[in-house]
């Protein structure tokens, strides 16, 4: 018997497995389907705990979520109980193991219509709207996750100490000169938040395209992935989506020049989130452009942070891949900012 079997085994699974290989592009979690003769089959997934360090408070937060939205009739993810603790995850001390029910007929996308970012935009408006009244507590699962402040503090840390060499790059000095200016405007969330301007609220905070669920008409799901769903601010999910959904190509395509934020899908989600987060305060709807821009710069400085630091955190495929996806999310920042007075027009 595989270890994958084996650990499938420790979850009150219906019917017997037939397979179990490999599913997705997450960056972060190993994740594998597992057919069976049953009338389900499942998702397992590892766990990356040295990201999350926490995995009791992040499964915490899942069961206390989903559980929420079940309640309230819209569809969630479904992980199931381990037999011997009734937890939804399982442990042998070192790795750590969840299991849930696989949907079918459903398929992710990497790149989305207008028509299909309404939907999203409505869909994680929505899903936001839905745990505003949650009654239990949730923890951030990676504390400070999209503090910006804390994002530019490690990218300093990694130019100091320099720990791969890979300062002495004419491109890498570049590309931190390009970066800095911006940087404090970027940290305004925390300041509004500190001057008691801003909410968190309980957010998706991965809201990639690919983190949606569509059926075979188009029409979605559900929303998944939700390791990172804590307290933040409504900027994470509205920014996060246009980061990956607007850009013209992926996130790592070499070819900067291609590189674009796209208007169209702007206006579409906006009007779907809108619609769907029916709770924002003024200063949260104002702000939807700054988000905009945040998440390209955030995740330009997270990459450029990994690469820095020689690829510690970031599963890449080839050495230079994060330093492509910083060139590509710092040109898709640039593409953003000039657009900001058009985004502005449209949430008014
Ligand atoms: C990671 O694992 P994945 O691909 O869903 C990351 C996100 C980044 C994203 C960049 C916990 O998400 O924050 O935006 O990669 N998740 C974590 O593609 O760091
Ligand atoms: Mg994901």
């Not at 360090?53 to 939205?69: F, G, P, R, S, Y």
């Not at 935009?121 to 804390?150: C, Q, R, S, V, Y």
């Not at 991965?206 to 059926?215: G, I, Y």
Request: proline share 5%; hydrophobic share 40%; with cysteine.
């Amino acid at each position: 018997m595989t270890d994958h079997k084996r650990i499938v085994q420790e979850f009150a699974i219906k019917g017997n497995i037939l397979e179990i290989k490999p599913l997705g592009n997450g960056l972060i979690n190993d994740t594998f389907l597992v057919r069976t003769d049953g009338a389900d089959d499942y998702v397992l997934q590892r766990i990356n705990n040295a990201i999350f360090k926490d995995v009791e408070l992040l499964q915490h937060n899942i069961d206390c979520a989903t559980a929420h939205i079940r309640r309230k009739g819209a569809k969630t993810l479904e992980f199931l109980p381990c037999k011997a603790t009734g937890k939804t995850y399982w442990t042998d001390g070192e790795t750590y193991w969840r299991v849930s029910v696989f949907i079918r007929g459903a398929h992710t996308y990497e790149t989305v219509n207008p028509e299909y970012s309404y939907y999203a935009g409505k869909a994680f408006g929505a899903f936001e709207a839905m745990l505003a009244d949650i009654p239990d507590k949730l923890g951030e699962t990676i504390p400070d996750f999209h503090n910006m402040e804390l994002r530019a503090r490690q990218l300093h840390e990694a130019v100091s100490a320099d720990p791969v060499g890979r300062m002495a790059e004419p491109e890498v000095q570049a590309i931190l000169e390009d970066l800095l200016p911006y940087e404090e405007e970027m940290c305004k969330a925390e300041r509004m938040y500190r001057e008691g301007k801003l909410p968190k609220r309980i957010c998706h905070c991965d809201t990639k395209v690919n983190n949606m669920l569509f059926d075979d008409k188009g029409d979605i799901l559900c929303v998944i992935d939700l390791d990172t769903l804590m307290p933040s601010f409504v900027f994470s999910d509205f920014g996060d989506f246009l980061r990956t959904a607007a850009n013209t190509v992926a996130e790592d395509d070499p070819a900067v020049d291609k590189v674009d934020f796209r208007m169209d899908i702007f206006e579409a989600f906006a009007k779907g989130y809108l619609e769907g987060a029916s709770f924002l305060t003024p200063v949260e709807k104002e702000n939807l452009p700054y988000a905009a821009c945040l998440f390209p710069y955030m995740q330009a400085v997270r990459f450029f942070t990994d690469f820095i630091n020689g690829d510690t955190y970031y599963k890449i495929k080839y050495p230079e891949h994060n330093l492509v996806r910083t060139r590509n999310q710092v040109a898709l920042f640039h593409a953003a900012l000039e657009k900001v007075p058009l985004m502005k027009e449209i949430i008014a």
